[in-house]
């Protein structure tokens, strides 16, 4: 099992910045890649980004890319989600979730873990 805990969301208004963590525990060693993905009210579970922890490569949504970072520090088993430029429509909860197969995907099926989530609240 793997645990994951998200922080860091809040208020912010449009143009403004937060950094989401993810603390992830237990069987970390099984985790190949970490993903976010939101999900706003009435609205599907989306995926916003990806990276591997071991070399770091990611992959993003096209709704965020050029305005979120994700990275890791794969020693402490933290990843992060640096969120700039934001507006009104990133307002949903995050989730960060653990992946345990080879290959960074967008799918919420393919993830095995998932944090609790924490709320991102973008006011206009």
């Known amino acids: 099992q793997v645990q994951l805990v998200e922080s860091g969301g809040g208020l912010v208004q449009a143009g403004g910045s937060l950094r989401l963590s993810c603390a992830a525990s237990?069987?970390?060693?099984?985790?190949?890649?970490m993903g976010w993905f939101r999900q706003a009210p009435g609205k599907e579970r989306e995926f916003v980004a990806a990276?591997?922890?071991?070399?770091?490569?990611?992959y993003y949504a096209d709704s965020v890319k050029g305005r979120f970072t994700i990275s890791r520090d794969s020693a402490k088993k933290l990843g992060y989600l640096q969120m700039n430029s934001l507006k009104p429509e990133d307002t949903a909860v995050y989730y960060c979730?653990?992946?345990?197969?080879?290959?960074?995907?967008?799918?919420?099926?393919?993830?095995?873990?998932w944090g609790q989530g924490t709320q991102v609240t973008v006011s206009s």
């Open positions: 237990g069987r970390t060693f099984s985790s190949y890649a």
């Open positions: 979730a653990s992946r345990n197969t080879i290959g960074l995907v967008t799918t919420q099926t393919g993830y095995d873990y």
């Open positions: 990276i591997k922890w071991s070399g770091g490569s990611t």
